[in-house]
């Protein structure tokens, strides 16, 4: 089995900054893609950002330019630098991974517990 631990949210000022990260544990061979998402009171789970195992990183429109992922490949961490923050960004962010945990068998999607970022206006 895999886990997700997220960390860094918090409560911040419109224009502030937090950085989150997300440690992967458990039965890993190999991570693929990981990524971001958040979800807003009443609003469906949208994508944040997510970076390839090569470190390619991929942005929603809303976050380009304030936000950079950025990942860790030797202590399985994925981060989320988040600057310029807005009251818009306010949501519970979620990290997932695509984590295979052997040679022979295809990766499996993994999601962490959910971090709450909350900007305040």
């Known amino acids: 089995q895999v886990q997700l631990v997220e960390s860094g949210g918090g409560l911040v000022q419109a224009g502030g900054s937090l950085r989150l990260s997300c440690a992967a544990s458990?039965?890993?061979?190999?991570?693929?893609?990981m990524g971001w998402y958040r979800q807003a009171p009443g609003k469906q789970r949208e994508l944040v950002a997510t970076i390839s195992s090569g470190g390619s990183p991929n942005y929603a429109d809303s976050v380009k330019g304030r936000f950079t992922i950025s990942r860790d490949n030797a202590k399985n961490t994925v981060y989320l630098q988040m600057n310029s923050l807005k009251p818009e960004d306010t949501a519970v962010y979620y990290c997932?991974?695509?984590?295979?945990?052997?040679?022979?068998?295809?990766?499996?999607?993994?999601w962490g517990q959910g971090t709450q970022v909350t900007v305040s206006s």
């Open positions: 458990g039965r890993i061979f190999n991570i693929n893609a």
């Open positions: 997932n991974a695509d984590v295979a945990s052997s040679w022979f068998n295809p990766p499996n999607h993994y």
